[in-house]
């Protein structure tokens, strides 16, 4: 079964600065890699989908790489701002059993803090 | 569009009673997912739907958990009876198609049971 890891749990930086998340995955036989965005009492929204066969994807300030090889992937934020703030999820898709489609494996989240 | 529809958005009540969650998937969505999630467990996939069809439901707990899609626009997850460990948000999210695209969540139902 798949298991997905996050690291850091929880990141607390000033405005301005550029961070990264991390994001590890035990099997390597995935669809793609997604990275969500969840605001508190809210529903999870969608930030990047990286496919396994690419190495990244880009969005505005967000930079999500992956190393499928390495069962690793990293989300790059540039020039943190407090609207930043949320807890974000990755989630490896991997073949389902029965199905076209793949299944999700959501990793536990980091909560970011961004401070003026 | 107005995303994936979800009722109640919170759900207080007592052991033993049953809970009705409700979903609304996108329009023009064929699979429709229902998720938990819990400080102790994160995000678990329950059960999910292909055109109606439960396709996947290994990840609901016990059988106290029934899901129904009975069209198109509407599914249910039902808990009979219910108990304090179900406790919990509950999420609905529905895709348009196969590995290349991503779900689309709602924006859960926070169930309570004491």
């Known amino acids: 079964k798949q298991e997905v890891t996050q690291i850091p749990a929880a990141l607390s930086v000033p405005e301005g600065e550029n961070l990264v998340l991390n994001c590890s995955f035990t099997?390597?036989?995935?669809?793609?890699l997604q990275w969500f965005r969840q605001d508190p009492g809210k529903g999870l929204t969608s930030l990047l989908l990286?496919?396994?066969?690419?190495r990244e994807q880009t969005s505005g300030r967000l930079n999500a790489s992956l190393d499928k090889s390495s069962g690793r992937s990293t989300l790059y934020i540039a020039a943190s701002q407090p609207g930043d703030s949320a807890t974000y999820l990755c989630a490896a898709e991997n073949p389902d059993r029965g199905s076209t489609l793949g299944r999700l494996y959501f990793g536990r989240g980091t909560q970011l803090t961004v401070w003026p | 569009d107005a995303g994936v529809i979800q009722s109640p958005r919170h759900e207080v009540t007592e052991m033993g009673q049953e809970v009705t969650l409700r979903c609304k998937p996108i329009s023009g969505h064929d699979y429709l997912f229902w998720y938990r999630q819990t400080m102790m467990r994160g995000l678990e996939l329950l059960i999910y739907f292909n055109n109606n069809v439960p396709i996947d439901d290994s990840g609901m707990p016990e059988d106290r958990f029934s899901a129904k899609m009975p069209n198109a626009s509407f599914s249910t997850l039902k808990i009979q009876p219910s108990e304090p460990r179900d406790s919990a948000v509950y999420f609905c999210?529905?895709?348009?198609?196969?590995?290349?695209?991503?779900?689309?969540f709602g924006p859960g139902t926070r169930l309570t049971v004491l």
């Open positions: 999210a529905s895709t348009n198609h196969g590995r290349t695209d991503t779900q689309y």
């Open positions: 099997d390597s036989a995935i669809y793609n």
């Open positions: 990286i496919q396994s066969s690419q």
